[in-house]
């Protein structure tokens, strides 16, 4: 059974810097091969994708709102990725999901196989 575990999140000053972390277990396959995203939702906003790094080449995307800011990397030895987040804002304040695809070797955006329980994150200003 695969499952995600989503932690890191926490109350920040903006400008601040928080960690994300999404350990994987189950796969049957590499975890190199794993495309994995974070999504995000605020209160009374729709759920928006963050970024996401894909199992065919590790190659990542991000969110306009978020270029220059995260970061998503992956340490297999692990099976877990990780979302560097710096220089935050109020607006970044969200329920962080990790999501990821159940099939080994695919890109970006992902089919959102298995998720996370969220982790919430708080910028205040």
């Known amino acids: 059974e695969v499952q995600l575990q989503a932690s890191g999140g926490g109350l920040v000053q903006a400008g601040g810097s928080l960690r994300l972390s999404c350990a994987a277990s189950?796969?049957?396959?590499?975890?190199?091969?794993?495309?994995i995203a974070w999504f995000r939702q605020a209160p009374g906003k729709e759920r928006e994708g963050v970024s996401c790094?894909?199992?065919?080449?590790?190659?990542?995307t991000y969110a306009d709102s978020v270029k220059g800011r995260f970061t998503i990397s992956s340490d297999n030895a692990k099976n877990t990725v990780y979302l560097q987040m710096h220089s935050l804002k109020p607006e970044d304040t969200a329920v962080y999901y990790c999501?990821?695809?159940?099939?080994?070797?695919?890109?970006?955006?992902?089919?959102?196989?298995?998720w996370g329980q969220g982790t919430q994150v708080t910028v205040s200003s």
């Open positions: 999501a990821a695809e159940g099939g080994p070797f695919s890109s970006c955006p992902i089919s959102e196989d298995y």
């Open positions: 189950g796969f049957t396959f590499d975890f190199d091969d794993v495309s």
């Open positions: 790094i894909s199992g065919s080449d590790r190659s990542t």
